[in-house]
């Protein structure tokens, strides 16, 4: 790790971990002063005026030498990875939900960051017939193109990760823990095979142990950064519910698998199809309705090679999007307004376009055209 890179690395970790700064605040100073080297520049009354009390201030000055020593340390293994929101490789979808990650920590290959990922997670104490399915499902995605994400928790999470690795496939990992250790313990033979075939990613520091009230807000990085979400089995109250709903709220595609209707574990996934929730009972009945353009990579290269941007072979959507982005620094929101596209469409489309080089991603969610 060269010189510029290791000051880099201490200017995000002093930002972001400062008491009373968490997602939202730290997203919503780097909008306002552009980096974490212009806010760790900043004068105490700048930082006043932004709205941070004396104690933020204290702590975003002074910071925790000995943490932030410990944290390098542990980046300067191989395949340790730091990422942070401004990175080009910051999942182009988890930017776009509600107070998403400013840094997270991985160990792995970094590009399947770079992936068009799909979640996949469910009960803890599913049936044979429930882990087979998540296997199964998971296989098959695999084949079609898609990453696998879920939380590696016991379960159907993962019997998830296990049936893209058997395919061959590649699959992310998102913990509720730090990454110096697996939670749960008997998970790290399995852990060690993602980190080989895909990434382990984490919001937490390194050396943060397992809480519970850790898992629910890992969830919405599971859903946020996949196009949907498959619920194979689940109770009525389920933490599985609790990603299905983040997904609803991002805007994304919710799938549940039905079961039988003496079976507990189908009661969370009847719920969600009551809900609105697509009934799946093949992978095509998921293909058939993610987003406009999935097909681009779907079937094609895991990496996401797609063919080159030509404005004349793009669909009427597509062009229409680009005209009204013109040339300037757009929100979604914006886009939604001057389109009259739905909010999963335009993103599903800005992704695709990002992927192809014909836009660039901006901070806070929005988006302009590169040439």
Aim: hydrophobic share 40%; with cysteine; net charge negative.
């Amino acid at each position: 790790m060269d010189m510029d890179a290791t000051q880099n690395y201490i200017d995000w970790l002093s930002l972001t971990q400062a008491i009373g700064i968490g997602p939202t605040t730290c997203n919503k100073l780097l909008i306002e002063f552009k980096t974490p080297k212009a806010i760790l520049s900043s004068s105490h009354s700048a930082l006043k005026q932004f709205g941070l009390n004396d104690n933020s201030i204290k702590s975003l000055l002074e910071p925790d030498q000995g943490q932030i020593s410990r944290i390098l340390e542990w980046l300067n293994q191989p395949c340790h990875h730091l990422i942070t929101i401004l990175d080009a490789d910051y999942p182009a979808l988890l930017k776009l939900i509600h107070s998403p990650p400013a840094i997270m920590f991985a160990i792995g290959s970094r590009e399947v960051l770079g992936f068009m990922h799909f979640a996949i997670v469910g009960s803890r104490n599913p049936t044979a017939g429930g882990k087979k399915l998540a296997e199964d499902f998971a296989a098959e995605l695999s084949r079609s193109g898609l990453t696998i994400c879920s939380g590696l928790a016991l379960g159907i999470d993962y019997h998830g990760h296990l049936g893209a690795l058997k395919e061959g496939g590649t699959t992310v990992a998102v913990l509720g823990n730090g990454l110096s250790s697996v939670y749960p313990a008997r998970h790290k033979k399995i852990s060690q095979q993602i980190i080989e075939n895909g990434l382990l990613l984490s919001e937490y520091l390194p050396d943060t142990k397992p809480n519970p009230g850790n898992f629910p807000q890992r969830n919405r990085i599971i859903s946020g950064m996949s196009m949907g979400v498959l619920v194979v089995e689940a109770a009525k109250r389920s933490g599985s519910l609790i990603t299905a709903n983040y997904a609803l709220e991002q805007g994304r595609d919710v799938f549940a698998i039905p079961g039988s209707i003496h079976n507990p574990l189908a009661r969370g996934t009847h719920s969600l199809i009551k809900q609105g929730a697509k009934l799946v009972e093949t992978v095509d009945d998921i293909l058939e309705e993610l987003p406009p353009m999935a097909n681009v990579v779907l079937n094609s290269s895991s990496t996401l090679e797609v063919s080159p941007y030509k404005f004349n072979d793009l669909e009427p959507d597509y062009k229409l999007l680009l005209d009204s982005m013109s040339y300037e620094i757009v929100s979604v929101d914006r886009l939604v307004e001057l389109t009259g596209l739905t909010a999963d469409v335009v993103s599903s489309m800005l992704l695709i376009l990002e992927l192809q080089g014909v836009i660039e991603a901006q901070h806070g969610g929005k988006y302009s055209r590169c040439s």
